[in-house]
Nanobody, 124 residues
Framework: QVQLVESGGGLVQAGGSLRLSCAAS????????MGWFRQAPGKEREFVAG????????YYADSVKGRFTISRDNAKNTVYLQMNSLKPEDTAIHYC?????????????????WGQGTQVTVSS
């Protein structure tokens, strides 16, 4: 079993940047494919980005493609989400998740472990 803790959220102006981190403990992160999801107030949780176990493959929602970058450092047991050119519509609680088995990077039900989330607020 793995425990996930997100950090790096906060308040930023539109056009600004943030880097979220997801630190894993309990098991080595290289055992898991990872994903970032977000939930805005009054909306369902949605996929943001995913990365394979080795980091060789990445996946993005259309809404963040070209602005966000997912990466991982398995030696540090950490996954990152670099968010640039932030927009007010990016405001949400952002969650990282770990997937044990092969599955669709964007399908929430394929993920086995979730963090508690970190708030990102983008002001206009």
């Amino acid at each position: 079993q793995v425990q996930l803790v997100e950090s790096g959220g906060g308040l930023v102006q539109a056009g600004g940047s943030l880097r979220l981190s997801c630190a894993a403990s309990g098991r080595t992160l290289s055992s898991y494919a990872m994903g970032w999801f977000r939930q805005a107030p009054g909306k369902e949780r949605e996929f943001v980005a995913g990365i394979s176990r080795s980091g060789s493959s990445t996946y993005y929602a259309d809404s963040v493609k070209g602005r966000f970058t997912i990466s991982r450092d398995n030696a540090k047991n950490t996954v990152y989400l670099q968010m640039n050119s932030l927009k007010p519509e990016d405001t949400a609680i952002h969650y990282c998740a770990a997937r044990v088995y092969a599955g669709a990077p964007s399908r929430q039900s394929d993920y086995d472990y979730w963090g508690q989330g970190t708030q990102v607020t983008v002001s206009s």
